[in-house]
């Protein structure tokens, strides 16, 4: 399978714990977005990440989230010390370039529940 | 500040004939707009996109329609078939600005054989 690949598919974590979302983006990808779907709404930009680069970081919370798209490797998105509120689905997207009109490939996400 | 909006959430039609889903914007600097489909448990999928400089784009049983001027767009599909039965995200991109994609609310289709 060559798509975008995004694991764990369901990850639970208690108030206070850290997540970690991984995404492998489609083979030769170097363009990696991240999105957050909460219940009943659409889905919202988070970050934008090249290999080693972080490009836009605007949708991204101020404390707690940060991401990171090493030269080898997935790209990861961290939640430290979760609370209820960041039960979502966050999904991947990839593309082969940025900045461009290319349609952006989806992962099937990871749905994170804050117990 | 929901710069792409969906007002149906949801939509059902009978099978065979014309789902006509619809999507309006606030931005006028958008200059790419795309409709993607959902299932659940499932990521987005990719349906049919159209650039600002066309007013029509089709393909196959999808086609989107763009009116500028009013800043919206829809998507029709004929005929419609049970397995079109999802939720339909409409999309929207700046390309000066890193080509995030901004998202309405989605609507949940329905189709019924």
């Known amino acids: 399978n060559a798509g975008v690949m995004q694991n764990p598919r369901h990850l639970v974590r208690r108030r206070g714990q850290e997540a970690r979302l991984r995404c492998s983006p489609m083979?030769?990808?170097?363009?990696v977005y991240w999105y957050r779907q909460l219940p009943e709404e659409g889905l919202k930009f988070m970050v934008y990440l090249q290999k080693e680069n972080i490009i836009d970081e605007s949708g991204m919370p101020k404390e707690r989230f940060s991401a990171e798209f090493p030269k080898e490797g997935p790209s990861i998105l961290r939640i430290q010390q979760v609370v209820r509120g960041d039960s979502a689905a966050y999904f991947c997207?990839?593309?082969?370039?940025?900045?461009?009109?290319?349609?952006?490939?989806f992962g099937d996400g990871t749905r994170l529940s804050i117990l | 500040d929901q710069q792409v909006k969906q007002n149906s959430p949801s939509l059902s039609v009978q099978e065979g004939r014309i789902s006509i889903l619809n999507c309006d914007y606030t931005?006028?600097?958008?200059?790419?707009f795309l409709w993607y489909k959902k299932y659940p448990a499932e990521g987005p999928t990719f349906l049919i996109s159209i650039s600002s400089i066309k007013d029509k784009n089709e393909d196959g049983r999808f086609t989107v329609f763009l009116n500028k001027s009013a800043k919206h767009l829809s998507l029709h599909i004929v005929p419609s078939q049970p397995g079109d039965s999802a939720v339909y995200f409409c999309a929207a991109i700046w390309s000066g600005n890193t080509g995030k994609l901004i998202f309405g609310q989605g609507t949940t289709l329905q189709v019924k054989p």
């Open positions: 931005n006028s600097m958008f200059d790419y």
């Open positions: 083979k030769g990808h170097s363009h």
């Open positions: 997207a990839s593309s082969p370039q940025g900045n461009s009109n290319q349609p952006q490939h």
